[in-house]
C-alpha cells in the first residue's frame, strides 16, 4: 500500500481491519517501525479525532508526527497548472509539495469541499496535485468526497459487534442538520461497505439527496426510512448535502432524526455517527445516550485504523528501499 486515499489503495480490506484490531490488542508491538521517521499533518479545516487519533497512532509506531495547521499558519497555496498568481495566492503546490517530500516520510492532508463546483469537488486537485509532487506516501484525513480512515473505522467497529454467523444488515440513513454538509463521509462509508461485501447494505435518504452512483452502486436505495430500518443491526447516521442539485439543502424534515421509535423495527441496531454530532438534530439524546449507541468505541478505533494503515506503508516502503 503506497498511498492511502480510498478503498482501492487497499489489497485486502479483511486484512488491514485484523490489522488493526491486533494493534488494538497489543498497541506498541511494532514501536520501532517507525523510528526515525517523521509524518506530516497538513490541516486546511478544523479537525479533533483524526488528528488526535492520528498522532497516537504514529507514535504508538516511534514516529514523530508534525501539525501544520495550513489555513491559519502558512500561505495561500495556489492548485491550479499554469495558473498566473497575481491574485490571493502567494505559493504554488508545485513549489511547497517537494519541501514537504524532503522534510517527511509520510505526509497526512484533510481539505473540505467549497460545495460550490461539483466538477472542481470530485476532481480532487489538492490531493491529486499534492501526490503529484511531494513524491512521498500520502494519507487522506479526509478530502473533498472521500474519508476513507473513517470508513476503515467504521468496519473495524462493525465486525467488533456483528455476529460472526450471518452478514448483518448496515443502514446508512440520512439525517437533518442546520447546514449543508459534504458527501464525503457517506460517499466513503458506501464506498468502502461495498467493497468489503460482508453485510447487506441499504441508504435511505429523502427523494433529492442521492450520492453518486460510483460509490453506491451494490447498495440497496430505499426512500422509506422506516421499511429500510426494517431488521438492521446497524444504523449509521449521517447528513450529506444534495449531490445533483449540488451542495444544497432540499429538505429540512426533522421526522429523519433518529429516535428510539424508529429503532423499534430493528434487530435492536447498533447505532453509528463519525461525530462531532449536533444533539436533537441529527441525532436524539435519547438514542445517542443509550445502550445500543457505539458512537465512542467507533471514535477511539480511529487509532488503531490510522495505526494499521501507517504501518502498510512504512512496511512498504521499507521493502522498497
Not at 490541516?43 to 509506531?61: D, E, G, K, V, W
Not at 494519507?139 to 456483528?162: K, N, Y
Not at 453518486?212 to 440497496?220: C, K, L, M
Request: net charge negative.
Amino acid at each position: 500500500m503506497k498511498n492511502f486515499i480510498s478503498v482501492h489503495d487497499v489489497p485486502d480490506i479483511g486484512h488491514l481491519v485484523q490489522k488493526a484490531l491486533d494493534y488494538k490488542a497489543a498497541p506498541f508491538k511494532d514501536k520501532l517501525l517507525g523510528q526515525n521517521k517523521r509524518i506530516g499533518l497538513l490541516f486546511l479545516n478544523p479537525s479533533m479525532r483524526t488528528r488526535l487519533s492520528t498522532q497516537i497512532a504514529a507514535r504508538n509506531l516511534g514516529m514523530e508526527a508534525v501539525v501544520f495547521n495550513m489555513d491559519k499558519e502558512g500561505w495561500k497555496l495556489e492548485f491550479e497548472d499554469g495558473a498566473i498568481m497575481n491574485g490571493t495566492s502567494v505559493e504554488h503546490i508545485k513549489d511547497a509539495a517537494p519541501i514537504f517530500g524532503a522534510y517527511f516520510d509520510i505526509l497526512c492532508i484533510r481539505t473540505f469541499p467549497a460545495l460550490i463546483s461539483r466538477e472542481d469537488d470530485y476532481n480532487e486537485i489538492l490531493v491529486g496535485q499534492l501526490m503529484k509532487y511531494a513524491g512521498l506516501p500520502v494519507v487522506s484525513l479526509e478530502s473533498a468526497t472521500l474519508h476513507p480512515l473513517q470508513s476503515l473505522t467504521d468496519i473495524i467497529t462493525i465486525s467488533e459487534f456483528a455476529e460472526q454467523k450471518r452478514k448483518p444488515k448496515v443502514v446508512l440513513t440520512w439525517a437533518p442538520h442546520i447546514k449543508p454538509i459534504p458527501q464525503c463521509v457517506a460517499n466513503s462509508f458506501a464506498q468502502w461497505i461495498n467493497a468489503w461485501g460482508r453485510s447487506d447494505f441499504y441508504i435511505t435518504h429523502p427523494r433529492g439527496y442521492k450520492l453518486d452512483e460510483q460509490f453506491t452502486s451494490g447498495a440497496t436505495i430505499e426512500y422509506d426510512q422506516e421499511k429500510a430500518l426494517e431488521g438492521a443491526d446497524f444504523v449509521y447516521v449521517k447528513n450529506w448535502s444534495a449531490y445533483y442539485d449540488y451542495g444544497k439543502v432540499l429538505s429540512e424534515n426533522t421526522k429523519w432524526m433518529l429516535t428510539n421509535e424508529h429503532l423499534r423495527g430493528t434487530n435492536n441496531a447498533k447505532i453509528m455517527h463519525c461525530l462531532p454530532v449536533r444533539r436533537n438534530v441529527e441525532l436524539s439524546d435519547e438514542v445517542l445516550d443509550g445502550l445500543n449507541s457505539i458512537v465512542t468505541q467507533q471514535a477511539s478505533n480511529r487509532v488503531w485504523a490510522a495505526q494499521a494503515v501507517l504501518a502498510e506503508i512504512l512496511k512498504e516502503n521499507s521493502c522498497n528501499n
